[in-house]
Each structure stands twice: as structure tokens, then as C-alpha cells.
């Protein structure tokens, strides 16, 4: 049990290590901080949608923007699509599952807004759904995926797709990126 134990870690570092020498990564964080700060001094929200580890990563995503990351600071408006469990389970009876998120991004979002959509293999269909009706609007999608990036490379103005195939570690990487993305907005919003 030891081995496993460590090749587990160690799996985990190889990855952020990829992660922590891939420049064209780093130059698409750096677009989408700029993008959400972008969003935040001109009135818009943030709006983050994922299934199951992902939908929690989204939650925690916009935790961290709505409360607060390392210092007290005004909130900022951002929020998780899943939380509300009375919409969702009326809206996937009613419509289905694939219309949960984007029935919600109708009804939120606006021009300039940003959807920062969570799926390891960026092919679910609600996120999918949800990204079309959002660039209809005018909104800045933002995918966070694994290697390939799935269906939902097409559909997002920047995508940080992970390059691993290992849902567990990218879903690891994607907490550290959405962490990243946090801290440098409050940086850049607050000059904290």
C-alpha cells in the first residue's frame, strides 16, 4: 500500500510540474485573469457550472471569488450553477439533464459576463449546452478540461486544458488553477 500511496503523489507532481513548465498555459491564465477583472470593473459576474468533483470545484471556484481568498475585500459576484437543487431537479424533469445549465445562463447571463465551465473530458453535454447559449449571449467562455480538451475546445474563448487523460489528477490541477485565477484577480482588483 506504501508504492501505490506514493505513486499517487508522485503522479500528481509529474502533472503540476508539466503544468508548472507549460508557458502556453501560463499565457492563457494570464488572459483570463485579465478577462475576469475585466468582467468585475465593468459590473459582470462570473457564473461556473461542472457534474459531480467538477460541479464542487466550481463551487469552491466561486466561494473563493464571492467571499473572499487571502484578504477581506468587497464580493464579488460569482456564482455555481448546480447549488439551487430545487431548479435542478425541476429543470431536468421538465427538460433533461442537458438543459440545466444552460437554462440558467439564459436567464443570468449577459454580454461580457464570464462561464467557466469544469469537465475533465470536455464532452458533457449540459456544460456543452450551456456554452453555446452563453456565446450567444456575448459571454467569455472559459473551459477547464483534460489533454484534449473534448467537444468544449470549439466552443471556448480560452481553455486550460490539463494534459493528462487521469480524472483524479486533473481535477487537481483544475482546484490549483481556479486557485491561481483567484489570488491574482484579488491581487489585481484590490491591489492587496
Known amino acids: 500500500m506504501e508504492s501505490t500511496i506514493k505513486s499517487i503523489i508522485q503522479a500528481s507532481i509529474d502533472l503540476k510540474t508539466k503544468v508548472l513548465n507549460d508557458q502556453a498555459l501560463h499565457r ?10 475585466n468582467c468585475y470593473e465593468n459590473g459582470g459576474k ?5 457534474n459531480g468533483g467538477s460541479a464542487a470545484d466550481a463551487q469552491h471556484i466561486a466561494a473563493e471569488l464571492s467571499g473572499r481568498f487571502y484578504f477581506d475585500r468587497h ?36 454580454p461580457n459576463d464570464i462561464l467557466i465551465g469544469l469537465s475533465t473530458s470536455g464532452n458533457s453535454h449540459n456544460i456543452l449546452k450551456a456554452f453555446a447559449e452563453a456565446r450567444t449571449l456575448g459571454m467569455v467562455t472559459i473551459g477547464f478540461t483534460g489533454e484534449n480538451g473534448g467537444k468544449l475546445k470549439e466552443k471556448c474563448n480560452y481553455l486550460l486544458n490539463v494534459p493528462s487523460n487521469d480524472t483524479p489528477r486533473i481535477q487537481e490541477v483544475h482546484i490549483l488553477l481556479g486557485h491561481i485565477i ?11
Open 28 to 37: 492563457t491564465i494570464r488572459n483570463i485573469v485579465d478577462q475576469v477583472v
Open 182 to 192: 483567484c489570488e491574482l484577480v484579488e491581487h489585481k482588483l484590490f491591489k492587496v
Open 75 to 110: 464580493p464579488l459576484y460569482a456564482e455555481a450553477l448546480h447549488v439551487n437543487s430545487s431548479y435542478i431537479t425541476a429543470v431536468a424533469n421538465d427538460y433533461g439533464y442537458d438543459e440545466v445549465f444552460a437554462r440558467l445562463v439564459l436567464a443570468m447571463g449577459r
Open 46 to 50: 462570473v457564473l461556473l457550472c461542472g
